[in-house]
């Protein structure tokens, strides 16, 4: 008998020779999440899921759920043990001892049921024989329980795969798809509570985001920065690793803050953001900018807003929470354990940056032509920022 973690993931939208890149990706973005736990894990594949040995026997089992459950791909974990023989007799043997071990005591009446799974149809037995088999063995034992098929008070799982496993709990685990199996992209990553939610959302669909963040010293902070480097590790943890791109923005903001109205200053910045995100995207092969803008949350968001930033860039703008209220996105910026570093009172844009009234219905002609009007000269500044960038591998 041995002890692994079973892990689930989704299989419909997995067919075929996709299903090798998939599998391959889950397990290289839970090999980088628990390789800190320095237990000296195995990851093998089997039929539809994915199991973890551990080979040190110490093994902080918790620590180590706490870290698969958070992998982009993963649906559920279950602690298991699994039977060195598949036929029924030691596999109805071994289940019982499970039983056993999982409930040592339950009180008259509870309700239970035996999920049998066969994905090995060369068993000689069905699910549904191997499910009652199964059952009948733990009711000997346990005349006091009750069957039950619907809503069970405990469910013993059996499955038939290269293995047998046995197991009686799952734990939730965050669902959608593994880092890197929709592509790359750029998160545009503030110190704000949106942006890091935009990122989990797009990232949670496959897409693998490196984070850049502009960084205007003396007028932003040190702090500022800590905190976008602390958000961008929190992010990492359900991606499996992250890369932080930080920018030195300050030379081309006093530019625009130099030679652009106030009221337009917001508009042409963000363009400019945009336009620096996609030349990151050309380096790393990203195919998408994303950015936490919320339809109508600020002036830099309205409808015309959007329109006059989408020139900016020929690549895709992706806004996961375009249609999203700001409690909504604060629900989830709780959720995934970003809310609290967002809310660190350091401002990631200093206030002589931002006009009293920025526009709110600028107009993408006449934003465009003043774009085209300083473009030379702030192009050598672009480049130069570009070109000191500071990367963090988190
Ligand atoms: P957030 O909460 O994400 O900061 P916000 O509500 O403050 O968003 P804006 O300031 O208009 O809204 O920013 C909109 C988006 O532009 C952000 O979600 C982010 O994607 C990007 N952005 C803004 N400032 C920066 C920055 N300094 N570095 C990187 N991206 C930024
Ligand atoms: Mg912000």
Redesign the pocket.
């Known amino acids: 008998m041995r002890k692994a973690l079973l892990v689930k993931y989704g299989e419909i939208a997995i067919r075929g020779k996709n299903r090798y890149l998939f599998e391959n990706q889950l397990i290289a973005a839970i090999r980088r999440n628990i390789d800190v736990l320095d237990i000296g894990h195995y990851i093998k594949k089997e039929q539809g899921r994915l199991v973890i040995y551990n080979k040190r026997s110490e093994t902080d089992v918790e620590a180590l759920i706490e870290r698969v459950k958070v992998v982009y791909g993963v649906l559920g974990v279950s602690p298991c043990i699994i039977s060195d023989e598949q036929d029924f007799e030691s596999v109805g043997k071994l289940s019982l001892e499970y039983f056993k071990a999982a409930y040592p005591t339950l009180p008259e009446n509870t309700t239970f049921k035996v999920f049998a799974k066969r994905a090995n149809k060369g068993y000689p037995m069905t699910s549904t024989e191997i499910g009652a088999g199964i059952g009948s063995i733990i009711l000997e034992h346990y005349p006091h329980l009750k069957v039950a098929m619907k809503n069970p008070d405990v469910t013993l799982y059996v499955e038939f795969r290269n293995d047998a496993y046995i197991y009686s709990e799952t734990i939730k685990g965050v669902g959608g798809l593994p880092a890197g199996s929709s592509g790359k992209g750029v998160l545009?990553?503030?110190?704000?509570?949106?942006?890091p939610v935009?990122g989990y959302m797009m990232e949670k669909r496959g897409i693998s985001l490196d984070a850049?963040?502009?960084h205007s010293p003396p007028y932003t902070s040190e702090r500022a920065k800590e905190k976008v480097m602390d958000l961008a590790r929190r992010l990492s943890l359900f991606a499996g690793g992250k890369n932080l791109y930080i920018v030195p923005f300050t030379e081309v903001q006093l530019y625009l803050y130099d030679h652009v109205q106030p009221e337009k200053l917001t508009i042409l910045m963000?363009r400019i953001?945009l336009k620096m995100g996609e030349l990151l995207a050309e380096k790393t092969g990203g195919l998408a900018v994303v950015?936490?803008?919320s339809v109508g949350?600020?002036a830099?968001?309205t409808m015309r807003s959007i329109h006059a930033v989408e020139s900016a860039v020929n690549l895709p703008i992706l806004r996961p929470l375009a249609g999203f209220d700001k409690q909504e996105i604060i629900d989830i910026a709780h959720e995934i354990g970003t809310f609290d570093i967002s809310i660190r009172p350091y401002e990631?844009?200093c206030t002589i940056f931002v006009a009293k009234h920025p526009e709110t219905k600028p107009k993408t002609s006449i934003i465009e032509n003043i774009e085209a009007r300083i473009m030379s000269d702030l192009k050598p500044l672009i480049d130069k920022a570009m070109e000191n960038i500071e990367i963090y591998e988190l």
């Open positions: 545009l990553l503030s110190g704000g509570i949106d942006s935009a850049i963040y502009f963000k953001m950015t936490g803008d949350q600020v830099s968001q990631d844009c």
